[in-house]
């Protein structure tokens, strides 16, 4: 069964970094994408990357492209999210996901209702951006 540990959030300051984790265990074949969303409090919850459980395609929300990569280490199966220049509109609940049914992370980001297409989650990590 597979398990999915978020870590690394915590308070910062805007314009600063944070690097989330998220650990995989009993990672199969059949997960095809790993995503990371976010929900902050009274919003729905939403995708903000995607990596593909191969390494070859990445995706990004608009609101996080060119602040955000997201990156994998097979080795330890585990999926980072490097995030930069953060904003205290990036302030929510960090969560990674798996999916069996999103392919090499199509379609794109926000054009479709992305948790409905990813089985397993994470218990997510708070990332507050405030001075």
């Known amino acids: 069964q597979l398990q999915l540990v978020e870590s690394g959030g915590a308070l910062v300051q805007p314009g600063g970094s944070l690097r989330l984790s998220c650990a995989a265990s009993?990672?199969?074949?059949?997960?095809?994408?790993i995503g990371w969303f976010r929900q902050a409090p009274g919003k729905e919850r939403e995708e903000v990357s995607c990596?593909?459980?191969?390494?070859?395609?990445?995706n990004y929300a608009d609101s996080v492209k060119g602040r955000f990569t997201i990156s994998r280490d097979s080795a330890k199966n585990t999926v980072y999210l490097q995030m930069n220049s953060l904003k205290p509109e990036d302030t929510a609940v960090y969560y990674c996901a798996a999916s069996t049914m999103v392919i090499e992370c199509q379609p794109q980001i926000g054009s479709y209702r992305a948790i409905y297409y990813y089985n397993s989650w994470g218990q997510g990590t708070q990332v507050t951006v405030s001075s």
């Open positions: 009993g990672l199969t074949a059949d997960y095809r994408s």
């Open positions: 990596i593909s459980t191969s390494g070859g395609s990445t």
